[in-house]
């Protein structure tokens, strides 16, 4: 499953349109606009609410609990290093690899690829392309690919 994601250029709060090859949206993201760290709710089509993800505060590197139909799945957690930036994804076999400053990275799971993201250059806001294998939990896959994108969007931040 081929999706695209845009995120809007002019918003107060993280605003995402996930389309599928066809054009057709997908799923939606939103962040909270006051809230005690980042928080993303992902819905459907249908505005109803498929996944979560959360912002744990207070922490020296920046973790993000992704929850689907209200129970934790996964932690997505920026690992210390000194070179290239590594994630950690508790309670998933999955892995991530790649160059995430320039948003071109993979999740695989035993070795397999599960999950390829691409950035479009040359575009009025982020665009992504996201490959989504067959069998793969599409939801999951969204959140997660979402939950990196703000741990890379928090640690830019820390770093400025």
Not at 90 to 95: F, M, N
Not at 96 to 109: C, E, F, L, Q, R
Request: glycine share 6%; proline share 2%; hydrophobic share 40%.
């Amino acid at each position: 499953m081929k999706l695209y994601m845009k995120q809007k250029v002019f918003s107060f709060r993280d605003k995402f349109t996930i389309k599928d090859e066809y054009g057709n949206d997908r799923y939606y993201a939103q962040g909270e606009l006051f809230s005690w760290g980042h928080k993303l709710h992902i819905c459907n089509a249908y505005n109803q609410e498929i996944a979560f993800v959360k912002q744990k505060i207070l922490t020296w590197l920046p973790k993000f609990e992704v929850y689907l139909d209200g129970r934790l799945v996964t932690e997505v957690k920026k690992d210390f290093t000194f070179f290239k930036p590594k994630y950690t994804l508790t309670g998933l076999s999955w892995v991530v690899s790649g160059d995430y400053w320039a948003h071109n990275y993979t999740i695989s799971d035993n070795g397999y690829p599960i999950v390829t993201i691409s950035k479009a250059w040359f575009s009025w806001g982020d665009s992504y392309a996201i490959d989504i294998r067959d069998g793969v939990d599409e939801r999951l896959a969204i959140a997660v690919v979402l939950a990196i994108d703000c741990v890379l969007e928090a640690a830019q931040r820390s770093s400025n």
